[in-house]
């Protein structure tokens, strides 16, 4: 009886969690990602004696269920060893079931940014391979899955690295025109690596793309304030400088006041 009760209670805790997760969604402009990242943290702090190992069984009955964000969280678990051993090919399985499942979710739908992420994990797996699990390295498979998050869903992170592939022959082949239009895209949407590529773009002017230094400098600008303080900082602010020291005095006011005056429309959802 005492081993009935503990696991309805964990039923009861996941289905709480599950349902305040998305339920404070529409509310909060928030993520099925970050739901998941939170239903994470509340788990952690469930308390009342139930243990991990009891957790990862009630998450695992949550993706048996179907629930995409129990997927999720239990593939970037075992993907990053959070809380249970590290095991890729359990982390792809979880992944690959979101991409099957939800391959034709709505793409403005509350869980799409979680499915969308799925098919670039599954991607990865594929552009690397994982021999445990009998998936061979396969470029073209990694591509279509990395397109398909990135037109069907819009997923900014897919969209700007379209645009990276676009930049590299043995991937996509080099198409600077096919470059900033996904740059374009992504960086419409607040994704500051991709506001620094297409401003580096523009500003230096490509096959195909008359050099436009104004309106470079300006998203070099609204990138430089958007990535400061994360991993690309770096290499964003090199980039500005590089503009900095080729344009006028004019140019750049001129930059600065159009990144001053549209940066909030580009700050992301």
Known sequence: MRAIREKSLISVTIAAVLAFSASILPVHAQTAADAALNMANMLDGAGGGVSSGELIAALQNAADAGQPMAMWQLGTMYENGEGVARDPVKAFGYFAQIANQHADAAPKGVEADIVARSFVKVGDYYKQGLPDAGIPADANRSHALLLHAASYFGD????????????????????????????????????????????????????????????GLMWLTISHQRCSGTADAGWVDEKLNHAISL???????????????????????
């Open 156 to 215: 900014a992170d897919a969209q700007y690295r379209v645009g990276l592939l676009y930049m590299q022959e043995e991937e996509m082949g080099v198409n600077p025109l096919q470059s900033a239009r996904w740059f374009s895209l992504a960086a419409r949407k607040g994704h500051c690596p991709a506001q620094a590529q297409l401003g580096d773009l523009l500003f230096n002017g490509v096959e195909g793309i008359e050099a436009q230094p104004v309106e």
């Open 247 to 269: 344009s006028t005095a004019d140019e750049q006011a001129e930059a600065n006041a159009l990144a001053q005056s549209i940066a909030p429309q580009f700050a992301g959802f």
